[in-house]
């Protein structure tokens, strides 16, 4: 790991991804730069837009910190509603997923530890809209399941962009 300097990533700076119906995402620190510990990357997400299928990786445990608007998730077999200053816990071999089922714009943080899973964003943002997302997901660790995502979408109304 190259050495790390104390540094400022600034509004707007960041490599930003994704679909702007649906959830873009804003890399802001990569876990290959911190020695695969940590990575940060900001979840931006368009009214009634689903983030991601219900997943699960195997690695590591996810933070969500929501800036503005509200998200809503499923955590296993519970669903909630999160609203900004509130952290959701998304821990390892967790099935989850979150969206934004409001007539506005949502933003949160993704805390991600150890680094890593960001590189599956990257993949996702952009792949072909007509991929079949497992093989793409699976290197990471990770498995989707399209089956359990439909009946959010529908009773939602939600995009994925």
């Not at 695969?36 to 009634?48: C, N, Q, T, Y």
């Not at 997943?55 to 933070?63: A, I, K, L, V």
Request: hydrophobic fraction near 45%.
């Amino acid at each position: 790991m190259a050495e790390r300097h104390a540094q400022v990533v600034r509004a707007g700076e960041g490599e930003v991804l994704g679909a702007d119906a649906g959830c873009r995402d804003r890399f802001l620190l990569d876990g290959q730069d911190w020695g695969g510990r940590f990575a940060v990357v900001e979840h931006l997400l368009a009214p009634r837009s689903i983030a991601a299928p219900m997943h699960r990786h195997t690695m590591e445990d996810e933070f969500s910190f929501v800036l503005e608007g509200r998200i809503w998730a499923q955590l296993g077999e519970d669903e909630v509603v999160a609203e900004p200053g509130d952290l959701v816990l998304k821990p390892r071999g967790q099935w989850h997923t979150f969206w934004n089922a409001a007539d506005r714009p949502a933003r949160l943080l993704e805390l991600i530890s150890p680094g890593g899973l960001e590189e599956m964003f990257r993949a996702v943002d952009t792949a072909p809209e007509d991929v079949d997302l497992g093989p793409v997901v699976a290197p990471y660790g990770c498995d989707a399941d399209l089956a359990a995502t439909w009946p959010i979408v529908e009773r939602y109304g939600l995009t994925f962009g």
